[in-house]
């Protein structure tokens, strides 16, 4: 499954329409609100991420412009503490991308980060939480 997560920023005059509703209706996407600050004075923000197939986010995406949402990715990035991993493969079993797994014969986890999409759920499921994630801004604007 294709993840990206954004930054979505609401002009005041359509904070009430019910635009995240018809990503889900129209685009056949899932989403998860990571963060938002909504004031039906001001402007919104949302921190979404957006789940589908690559298309459909894609065309969720044009969408919001098209709706005058200005949306930035936000581009995640997952990050392993090699002295603290002690290979219990934990974080395998949860991986959707394949970015993360057992190597064999040797049993070792491996990490490959061009794999990952940065979704973090592999974050939580580490028991000695080798596994970190950092967010950042991107420059440019993606679809």
């Known amino acids: 499954m294709y993840t990206r997560i954004y930054v979505l920023r609401f002009p005041q005059e359509i904070i009430d329409q019910p635009i995240i509703c018809h990503l889900v209706k129209r685009f056949d ?8 600050a909504i004031d039906l004075r001001e ?3 949302m921190v979404i991420e957006l789940m589908g197939h690559e298309e459909n986010v894609g065309r ?4 919001l412009r098209e ?3 200005s949306v930035d990715r936000l581009a995640a990035s997952i990050r392993r503490d090699e002295d603290r991993c002690f290979q219990c493969g934990a974080c395998t079993g949860i991986c959707p991308t394949g ?7 040797a049993m070792a986890v491996r990490f490959d980060p061009e794999l990952c999409t940065g979704c973090g759920l592999c974050v ?3 028991p000695v939480r080798a ?3 950092s967010l950042r801004r991107t420059m440019q604007r993606f679809g």
């Open 29 to 36: 996407v899932e989403f998860n609100i990571l963060q938002a």
């Open 43 to 45: 402007e919104g923000m």
């Open 60 to 63: 969720a995406v044009s969408y």
């Open 67 to 69: 709706q005058q949402v």
């Open 99 to 105: 970015a993360l797994g057992i190597e064999r014969p």
């Open 124 to 126: 939580p499921v580490c």
């Open 131 to 133: 596994m970190e994630v």
